[in-house]
């Protein structure tokens, strides 16, 4: 209040009671010791870590389910009548704020129960603090930690979690590190690639050593709130698939059992995942049940992001079949399920990188439809290849607006509020921007279509390709995108470039950076056009 120009008092509790006749008072409480005053409106319900205002003369309640929750309240009351906008990842901003009809109830609840990311290998303390601050900010409640990368940074971004009340989940493909752990202390031998596969059928021994360390990290870490260790990412053979999640599923089941057993109350939940394109890792076979102790995580690798979820095309409509029925499943077992998506996944998406804003916005509802408990955004940052062609690419910025828009609609505002205060920064030029991102949308996202049959390539990866791929047309393709950046004039661009830096965005205004991810677009257009070009003898053309 103070930064953006408005004094005010402290009072205690005792001074709440009675209405206020003279001044101004914005009262925060908890849902279940304001229902306990009595008061009007002491009746209301509020889904999930949702909030609400009432109004009262001249009191204005900010009521939440918990107190992370009442947080959420006063920063979107600071939204609303002070003008607080925290749009960019490292800059705040205040605005006139646009008067609204004061409400004597208004309740606000996420879309979903879990809404956060997921770091697997990002060691950057400094950005990851910022961006717990600007997701609470924005409805996070939860972020994801690989162990090993929570072994480095835990340090760092503990105070910040717990300052901010947010649920924190370990795991991913950590178990090559959590083994390499108990190595360390007991000087036993690792696992191969086929034995790790096998880790969770048949090494009881290991694993009981596995879940003596997580119990072990657990109790080190309060702040720790659910473990997600899922197998390694590679993909099984149809002769070790039988089975194979069953048992998986008895283990997180194991371990779930083993912290309850010393009093800790952590979740667990095991992942279904098409690793390497396996449909065997994330189809269920019939004899297959979900567990009605531990949760589900849905994630499906090599998705056309150019189309829904419930797209009419072979290898989509398997995979939603698939989350379907591990949801209705796990839902029958009083179990939840949340979705990992890749909307900031820049080694799925690539340098290629596209604006998903409308995609986003629709899978967020179709999920919502299938009563799906969250919806969780991978950031991956870019994977540097030798010889490093674009070094400064800013792919912590480049990868924020979808972000952005995730994050907004998860906790369940709408669509047309989230775009116009994003493209509000460009000013006088919000229309055009809006327009060339929406159209750069329905283009780029075009490429992630190739993600499966190129697989483990990309369409930034003609060398990883040994099979002729000339029917997919890629260098036509790569051509088209080009020549959308030639009918745009970009003419200031090239100065920017001059001191531009992949770390320094928070330097350029949001028009200048925007020119600056055009470049980029572009020149990996030219880059890999020219490849595939020579790859597969066709005519270059740029």
């Not at 048949?202 to 473990?227: F, G, S």
């Not at 994330?282 to 949760?295: F, I, P, W, Y």
């Not at 009563?371 to 969780?376: E, P, R």
């Amino acid at each position: 209040m103070r930064e953006a120009g408005y004094e005010s008092t402290i009072g205690g509790q005792s001074t709440f009671i009675e209405p206020s006749k003279n001044r101004q008072r914005i009262i925060l409480i908890r849902a279940n010791d304001y229902r306990a005053l009595g008061n009007k409106n002491s009746t209301i319900t509020i889904k999930y870590d949702g909030f609400s205002y009432v109004s009262v003369g001249n009191d204005v309640w900010i009521i939440g389910n918990e107190p992370r929750s009442i947080l959420y309240g006063v920063y979107r009351y600071c939204r609303q009548q002070f003008g607080y906008r925290w749009i960019e990842l490292d800059k705040e901003t205040i605005v006139k704020p646009i008067s609204t009809t004061k409400e004597e109830l208004t309740i606000y609840e996420p879309l979903f129960a879990r809404r956060g990311n997921i770091l697997e290998t990002i060691n950057d303390p400094v950005y990851i603090q910022t961006l717990i601050d600007w997701g609470v900010k924005n409805g996070h409640n939860e972020y994801f930690f690989t162990f090993f990368l929570w072994d480095a940074i835990k340090s760092y971004v503990t105070p910040a979690l717990r300052k901010r009340g947010v649920h924190v989940t370990l795991g991913g493909h950590s178990l090559s590190y959590l083994l390499k752990e108990i190595q360390k202390e007991s000087a036993g031998n690792m696992l191969g690639r086929d034995e790790k596969l096998k880790f969770f059928a048949e090494n009881t021994y290991l694993q009981d050593k596995v879940i003596d360390k997580i119990v072990a990290i657990c109790l080190e870490n309060k702040v720790v709130t659910r473990i997600s260790l899922w197998p390694e990412d590679i993909g099984i053979d149809e002769k070790n698939a039988h089975g194979f999640l069953p048992t998986y599923i008895r283990f997180t089941e194991k371990l779930k059992l083993a912290l309850n057993g010393v009093g800790l109350q952590v979740e667990v939940e095991y992942i279904v995942y098409n690793a390497g394109l396996s449909w065997n890792m994330l189809e269920r076979e019939h004899q297959t049940e979900a567990s009605n102790q531990v949760d589900a995580l849905y994630a499906y690798w090599g998705r056309d992001y150019s189309s829904g979820i419930d797209a009419n095309e072979p290898r989509q409509e398997r995979a939603y079949q698939a989350l379907r029925d591990w949801n209705e499943q796990a839902r029958k077992q009083g179990r939840s399920l949340t979705v990992l998506e890749y909307y900031s996944d820049h080694f799925m998406l690539s340098e290629l990188f596209p604006p998903l804003l409308m995609r986003i916005q629709q899978d967020l509802q179709d999920y919502k439809q299938l009563a799906i408990n969250g919806v969780l955004n991978l950031i991956v940052p870019t994977h540097q290849k030798q010889p490093v062609r674009m070094a400064d690419y800013p792919w912590k910025w480049i990868h924020h607006l979808n972000n952005y828009v995730y994050s907004r609609i998860a906790w369940g505002e709408k669509y047309e509020v989230v775009v116009e205060e994003y493209f509000a920064m460009f000013n006088e030029d919000k229309v055009v921007f809006r327009d060339m991102l929406i159209e750069l949308e329905k283009l780029v996202s075009q490429h992630t279509k190739w993600n499966s049959s190129l697989f483990p390539a990309r369409v930034v990866d003609p060398e990883k390709v040994h099979e002729p791929m000339n029917h997919l047309m890629i260098p036509a393709y790569l051509r088209e995108v080009y020549d959308c950046f030639s009918t745009w004039n970009l003419a200031d661009t090239e100065s920017l470039l001059v001191i531009q830096t992949n770390y320094n965005y928070h330097a350029f205004t949001t028009k200048e950076m925007m020119l600056i991810y055009f470049y980029y677009l572009k020149k990996t257009a030219e880059i890999y056009k020219g490849e595939w070009t020579l790859k597969g003898g066709f005519e270059d053309g740029l």
